[in-house]
């Protein structure tokens, strides 16, 4: 299931495009990796929780704890594998964000799903949920040994062309958007899906596609300025 799970009219016009468009949307929109047919993959569900705070519209990310033995130090957005108890997608997505940043799921509405995305190096299939934050709840590290930190971070700041630069491995076939913004550092999955909602939702500005940076250098640059 994919597309809109409410009237998008119901919905604050901030948020009604991107809600209109998500049943318009195939994978191809947010990356060019299917699972394979030969190869388990494992269900998993992000929550992409907008809400509108004091500098207006703003999404939650949170920080992985850099002793993981995964993904260690990386933005994303709170979310996990399925859990065998968990009913749907959505199920999965609010279990995991409540367990990760302490969001209280009374006050997150679900609004949309987006198609699957499979992320190669983990093997997961990802379904990324959409939900407005109707009524707001303190968040935070949960569990220190997962979650570093928890922000909710405005869309101008992630619009804004000054935090937007792309980065590359050198060695690797691998170039993709990056941002640095509210003293984090975003690239791989998180930038990229980032990036596509951001132009999908009418909040994006044009930036220089053309700033690419290695990404150990960026990485090491963002961590000494802000240390």
């Known amino acids: 299931m994919k597309g809109p799970l409410v009237d998008p009219a119901s919905v604050p016009d901030w948020l009604r495009a991107l809600v209109e468009i998500s049943g318009k949307l195939d994978s191809t929109a947010f990356t060019r990796f299917t699972p394979p047919e030969d190869e388990l993959t494992r269900a998993a569900s992000v929550l992409i929780l907008f809400g509108h705070g004091e500098r207006g519209p703003d999404v939650l990310l949170l920080r ?3 002793t993981l033995g ?3 130090g990386q933005v994303a957005f709170p979310g996990g594998g399925a859990d065998p108890e968990d009913a749907d997608a959505v199920a999965t997505a609010l279990r995991e964000a409540e367990e990760e940043t302490g969001v209280d799921p009374a006050g997150v509405r679900p609004v949309a799903i987006l198609p699957e995305l499979f992320i190669p190096v983990s093997k997961f299939a990802v ?3 959409l939900a407005h934050w109707h ?7 949960v569990d220190p040994g997962e979650t570093a930190a928890v922000a909710r971070v405005p ?3 992630l619009a804004d062309p000054a935090n937007r630069f792309q980065v590359r491995r050198p ?3 691998y170039k993709g958007p990056a941002f640095t913004v509210n003293g984090l550092f975003v690239w791989g999955f998180t930038a990229g899906l ?3 909602l951001l132009e999908l939702g009418g909040w994006a500005r044009e930036w220089d596609r053309g700033d690419v940076r290695d990404l150990d250098v960026a990485l090491r640059d963002h961590l000494l300025a802000t240390d």
């Open 155 to 157: 869309l101008a700041d």
């Open 171 to 173: 060695g690797t076939t």
């Open 127 to 129: 379904t990324p949920v």
């Open 70 to 72: 995964s993904h260690a």
């Open 135 to 141: 009524a707001p709840s303190p968040v935070h590290a």
């Open 64 to 66: 992985r704890a850099d």
């Open 194 to 196: 980032l990036t596509v």
